[in-house]
C-alpha cells in the first residue's frame, strides 16, 4: 500500500484543483480497503474515498482524515459474459475490454473517464445508456468495515443516483453482465460516440466533466448558453465556449474560482428561468481559511 503525508490533491482531479490531505493512501487489494475501512471506523477518523475524481471539486481547504484513492485497484477478468471489474479501473477502459472479447453494453461508457467505483455511486451514463443497465452485482465495504454483496435491484437506482450515495458503502467489485457482439459493430458504434464526444465537449481544457444534472424538460448547456453565460469567467475558471455545460480551467483555477462560478450560474438560471440546477459534480473538502493575521505581516515587510 502507498502513503503519502499532507498531499496536495490538485494532482489527482481531473480540475487540477484541491487542497492536501492530511494523509493520501492507495490500496491494491480488497482486504487494505477493509482494514482502512475497519481502522478509521474504530478511532473516530474522517476517511473520504476517491475514483479517479473525474467529477469532484476538492475545496481549496483540503480534507481531514485520510483520502483513500482506489485507482490501483484495477484488476478485470472475464468469466463467460460476465465482465468482473475492480471499483479503481477506468469505466473506459472496461468498454475496451468488452470490446476485446466482442462482447456489447457498455459501448455507451466509452467516453466516460470516472472510475468504476465512481460509475456505480452515480449511475453514470452518456448518450442513452446507464450503468445500472448491465450490472448485475457489485461487492461492497460499509462504512463498518463488513464487505456485502448487493443485486442490482438492491442499488435503488435512479438518475444519477444510487443506494451507495446513501448509505456510505464503498465500491470494492462490480460483476457487468453483457451480451455477445460483433466486434466491428460494437466497434463502429464506439467510434461514432468518441466522436460526439470529440465534437461537442472542451477536452483540451482541465474540468469536472458535465456540473449539472439534466433537469426536467430542459438542456442545461442550452440555459446556460441562452441566458447570456457562456464564455463568463471567474478567476482562472469558465464556462466553455465549446459547450456551456462544461467549466474548464483557463487560467490556473482554484476550487473556489468552479464553487463560485457554478453558484453564479445557479442564482441566474434560477433568476431567468425559474429551474434549480443541481449539481453532478460532487464537492467536497474544507475551504481555505484566510489567515489574516499573516497577510497582515506579509503586507507590511513587503
Known sequence: MIIKGDEKLDAYTYTKTGGPADAL????????????????????????????????????????????????????????????????????????????????????????????????????????????????????????????IYQNEDLEFSYRHSKIQNTGDIVLETVFILEKGKKEKISAKMEELTELRTAKQPLEYPSCGSVFKRPAGYFTGKLIQEAGLQGKMLGGAQISMKHAGFIVNVNRATATDYINLIAHIQEIIFDVYEVKLETEVRIIGEDLLFDTEKAFIESISS
Open 25 to 148: 493512501v492507495f490500496p491494491v487489494a480488497k482486504d487494505e480497503v477493509q482494514e482502512i475501512v475497519k481502522w478509521t471506523y474504530d478511532h473516530n477518523v474522517p476517511l473520504t474515498i476517491l475514483g479517479n475524481s473525474s467529477n469532484v471539486i476538492i475545496r481549496d481547504g483540503g480534507i481531514r482524515g485520510i483520502v483513500m484513492i482506489l485507482t490501483e485497484m484495477n484488476g478485470m477478468k472475464l468469466e463467460k459474459n460476465r465482465l468482473i471489474v475492480q471499483s479503481g479501473a477506468k469505466l473506459i477502459d472496461a468498454s475496451k475490454r468488452a470490446l476485446y472479447e466482442e462482447l456489447t453494453g457498455l459501448e455507451f461508457a466509452c467516453g466516460i473517464p470516472g472510475s468504476v467505483g465512481g460509475a456505480v455511486y452515480m449511475n453514470a451514463g452518456a448518450y442513452g445508456g446507464e450503468v445500472n443497465a448491465v450490472i448485475e452485482t457489485v461487492e461492497v465495504v460499509t462504512q463498518q468495515g463488513e464487505r456485502k
